[in-house]
């Protein structure tokens, strides 16, 4: 497709447009030099300035010299020897003008030169960016063509985009309904974990305390357990238990709140002591685990027990297979025996942690 005036005149509407695109077309048109050669002209007009200046500051001292020339002849006789000091310097400095002159005029010379190429490179490039302006026309047309075709493909684009954001309204419907079941799921799930959980701690508090009616059942009947503390070993029954209490409390050794709490012990033994005569009684707490509370309870029970038998040695006693770390401490700060199976601890032989079966 030739390039034709209209189309020059359109770029240059486009050109005087847009600035900035003038500029580019310059910065792709015109070589370095070329561009720089409006500096480089401005520079050697500067220089031929001031040769200028130069000559006519010269062609003022040569009409002084002349004046001084011709004041000279005059005193010529009297003064011959200044006189031709001075014409040897004169004809010294005209010598340094002319060579400056000489230089100057070959420098401009040789920048005249320079432009003269750069012109040259100019039109060289002018007729390129012709070339160029008439490809970039052709491009221009094809390119129009391919905006014709993305635009149909833009608005079937469109037209799918459209259709995509009604599937995604409804997804976006579904996803709600589905964030609202699982919500309501994950609801229904951490209640059912908090009863579980709540399950979880009933069922260990049965098992902890039907373990510990087991141990204490066990505690009641198999006397041989206690062998190991006293001999002759008795379990008191519920009615000797009454009337222990009952006799204490009347004789005011204890009270009816120390009573009560007497009578709640788990299993309270007589006996006799193991290396001597008498009687000796045991106030024993039952646990399937034995804890610091349990340790405080047969400390307790068992100062009611010495109150309601001033005369007898009783002894405090916890009986399970394990016993918690804080429960050791305890009992060996309290004075509790620990008694584990058939195998009685004295309260500073109780390990820090049970020892294995």
């Known amino acids: 497709m030739a390039f034709t005036v209209r189309d020059l005149e359109d770029l240059i509407r486009l050109l005087d447009k847009h600035p900035a695109w003038m500029e580019a077309l310059r910065q792709r048109m015109l070589t370095r030099d070329l561009l720089e050669s409006p500096k480089a002209l401005r520079r050697l007009s500067t220089r031929v300035g001031k040769v200028?200046?130069?000559?006519?500051?010269?062609?003022?001292?040569?009409?002084?010299l002349a004046e001084a020339q011709r004041r000279g002849y005059e005193e010529f006789a009297a003064h011959r020897q200044e006189f031709l000091a001075y014409r040897a310097e004169t004809e010294r400095r005209f010598a340094e003008l002319r060579e400056e002159l000489a230089a100057a005029r070959?420098?401009?010379?040789?920048?005249?030169?320079?432009?003269?190429?750069?012109?040259?490179?100019?039109?060289?490039?002018?007729?390129r960016l012709e070339e160029a302006v008439t490809a970039l026309a052709e491009a221009q047309r094809r390119t129009e063509e391919r905006v014709g075709r993305?635009?149909?493909?833009?608005?079937?684009?469109?037209?799918?985009?459209?259709?995509?954001?009604?599937?995604?309204?409804?997804?976006?419907?579904?996803?709600?309904?589905l964030a609202e079941a699982q919500r309501r799921?994950?609801?229904?799930?951490?209640?059912?974990?908090?009863?579980?959980?709540?399950?979880?701690g009933r069922v260990d508090?049965?098992?902890?305390?039907?373990?510990?009616?087991?141990?204490?059942?066990?505690?009641?009947?198999?006397?041989?357990?206690?062998?190991?503390?006293?001999r002759d070993p008795h379990v008191l029954s519920p009615e000797e238990r009454a009337a222990?209490?009952?006799?204490?409390?009347?004789a005011g050794r204890l009270s009816p709140e120390e009573?009560?709490?007497?009578?709640?012990?788990?299993?309270?033994v007589r006996g006799r002591p193991l290396q001597e005569e008498g009687e000796v009684y045991l106030a024993v707490e039952v646990s399937a685990t034995v804890h610091p509370k349990d340790v405080e309870r047969a400390a307790r029970r068992a100062r009611a027990?010495?109150?309601?038998?001033?005369?007898?040695?009783?002894?405090?006693?916890?009986?399970?297979?394990?016993?918690?770390?804080d429960a050791a401490r305890a009992a060996r700060a309290q004075g509790v025996w620990w008694l584990r199976g058939s195998r009685p601890f004295a309260p500073e032989e109780i390990p820090a942690a049970s020892p294995s079966r």
């Not at 222990?244 to 009347?250: K, S």
């Open 106 to 127: 070959a420098e401009a010379d040789r920048r005249f030169a320079e432009l003269a190429e750069a012109q040259r490179r100019t039109e060289e490039r002018v007729g």
């Open 305 to 325: 027990l010495r109150k309601a038998l001033p005369d007898v040695e009783v002894l405090a006693v916890v009986a399970g297979p394990e016993i918690h770390p």
């Open 150 to 177: 993305l635009e149909e493909a833009v608005t079937a684009l469109a037209e799918a985009q459209r259709r995509t954001e009604e599937r995604v309204s409804r997804l976006e419907e579904v996803v709600t309904a």
């Open 52 to 64: 200028e200046k130069a000559l006519q500051a010269l062609t003022e001292s040569v009409a002084a």
């Open 185 to 200: 799921t994950e609801e229904e799930v951490r209640q059912l974990a908090e009863e579980m959980r709540d399950l979880r």
């Open 259 to 268: 009573a009560s709490d007497l009578e709640e012990a788990d299993v309270i």
């Open 205 to 230: 508090a049965l098992d902890n305390q039907v373990r510990g009616f087991t141990h204490e059942a066990h505690y009641r009947t198999y006397l041989r357990r206690y062998y190991g503390l006293v």
């Open 244 to 250: 222990l209490l009952a006799a204490a409390e009347t």
